[in-house]
């Protein structure tokens, strides 16, 4: 049980004790009192003072080290679990999910997420594979899981960093509690870590490679641990498409969720499919298909390989270039010359996410990788044909280079973050994309008319 701050200033026998005893200025300890919470480099003191384990401290409960200093590989009394960076950083916390096995972990790029909701839907969006999770919103877990949120059957994430411990659900719709659904799916968390901590150091010097593990036997080889995640190479020229991408070709027909009847089909729910897209799969999450049928799209489904000929074999009336993983210029190894081929037919093309940047490099420009990414469903973007400013869904660690856009190819859309490209358009063909996430899910429905349009593009043919 979490001890207050007041309850361990009493214990020490006051202010001017506590900092006495713990070896830090009163000035500092009265700063406690003001937050609530005692930062994470007075943990170890404040534990051998107290006696308290880790889990009955108030505020972050994470124990980073120096960068470049590996840690202790004993953990502090309370934590199971750990997280290590490349750098020899250590975030000691509670472990939950799954077990990470033979005291490897699991290894992936470290981001952070500012959405305050859909944590499910987050967790399996395939455009987070060989990522590591971290939320910044501390409340995770409190409406548990279910069999419906969830945009691919299998979580592509590699591990999630939390706060907070996880709690019961509370939720009508709840069917297990997150921690189930993790072990479920072989996914490790780790809780108690300083996530504010963790996403500055993200902020400030962009996405460190690191390790998750929760050993059953608790065990750690901290150095082992280090090591990997330093000789992981990282997002740049991973194809991770092929990974996460279907097999094989299949039909969509389910519709957005509506209350009360959850998800509908084309014609049941008075949606009749007049359009045939074909939308090619580099991990495309379901509520983009669900979005696609919603607005009258009889949706072909095609695997991130196939190439131009297999995609016009299906006679589209539109092409749609689906989110998904990795670097661009990796997948656009094969995907490039399947989009050129659509463009050459003249077929009208919609592209979201990785599909944007596929577009963008099929006409000619360049991606580079961004320092931090952009992910969240709070993301300002600003249609410039119109000065509209739409608050999106974003899930992205590249981008495109607007100064190497073609002269037939302009700008439409701008982040309102940091002005990198958020939208394009052709001026001499049915071509356009954008950088963010229009279906949301999780996040606002402020760009969902970009779904219609895409539309409007096809019956102006």
């Known amino acids: 049980m979490t ?17 006495g005893l713990t070896g830090v200025s009163t000035e500092a300890v009265r700063k406690w009192r003001q937050a609530r919470a005692i930062p994470t480099r007075h943990w170890p003191r404040l534990i051998a003072a107290t006696g308290l384990a880790l889990e009955d401290l108030p505020g972050p409960a994470a124990l980073p080290q120096r960068r470049g200093e590996v840690a202790a590989e004993e953990p502090p009394p309370g934590a199971s679990a750990a997280l290590v960076l490349a750098d020899g950083s250590l975030f000691w916390g509670q472990g939950f999910g799954a077990h990470t096995a033979g005291g490897a972990g699991q290894v992936g790029e470290v981001c952070f997420n500012t959405g305050m909701t859909g944590y499910q839907e987050t967790l399996t969006d395939p455009s987070y594979a060989g990522q590591i999770i971290t939320f910044t919103f501390p409340h995770i877990g409190n409406v548990g899981a279910n069999a419906e949120d969830i945009e691919a059957t299998t979580p592509a994430a590699r591990g999630l960093v939390v706060r907070q ?21 072989g ?26 593990a929760f050993p059953e036997d608790g065990h750690f080889d901290i150095r082992a641990l280090a090591a990997a995640a330093a000789a992981w190479p990282g997002l740049e020229g991973m194809d991770l498409a092929r990974e996460v991408s279907c097999t094989q070709s299949y039909s969509w027909d389910e519709t957005r969720w509506a209350w009360p009847a959850g998800y509908g089909r084309q014609g049941g729910s008075g949606t009749e499919a007049r359009h045939l897209v ?25 695997p991130a390989s196939a190439t131009a000929e297999e995609i016009l074999a299906y006679r589209p009336a539109g092409v749609f270039l689906s989110n998904g993983p990795g670097d661009p210029a990796a997948t656009g190894a094969y995907a490039v010359p399947a ?27 360049r991606t580079f990788k961004l320092a931090r990414g952009h992910r969240g469903a709070n993301q300002p ?4 044909a119109t000065g509209k400013v739409e608050i999106t869904s974003q899930n992205h660690g590249f981008a495109v280079d607007p100064a190497s856009l073609p002269a037939n ?29 229009p279906e949301a899910s999780p996040g606002p429905t402020d760009s969902h008319y970009l779904f219609r349009r895409f539309v409007a593009m096809m019956e102006g043919r």
């Open 339 to 365: 989009i050129q081929g659509v463009l050459a037919a003249g077929v009208p093309i919609f592209g979201i996410c990785l599909g944007h940047q596929l577009l963008a490099r099929a006409l000619g420009a």
């Open 409 to 437: 190819v302009e700008v439409t859309h701008v982040s309102l973050f940091d002005g990198t490209n958020e939208g394009i358009a052709c001026t001499d063909r049915p071509a356009f994309a954008v950088q963010y996430h």
């Open 165 to 185: 411990p996880i709690t019961e659900p509370s939720n009508w719709r709840a069917r297990q509690t997150l921690d189930a659904w993790l072990l479920s799916h």
């Open 381 to 384: 973007v600003k249609e410039l």
């Open 3 to 19: 001890v207050s701050v007041d309850d361990i200033l009493q214990r020490l026998g006051g202010l001017e004790a506590a900092a």
């Open 278 to 302: 074909v939308a090619v799969d580099y991990g495309a999450k379901r509520n983009i298909l669900r979005s696609l049928a919603s607005a009258g799209c009889r949706v072909a489904v095609v």
């Open 187 to 212: 996914i490790p968390g780790i809780a108690g870590v300083d996530t504010r901590a963790l996403t500055i150091r993200i902020r400030d010097g962009g996405a460190p490679t690191g390790v998750i």
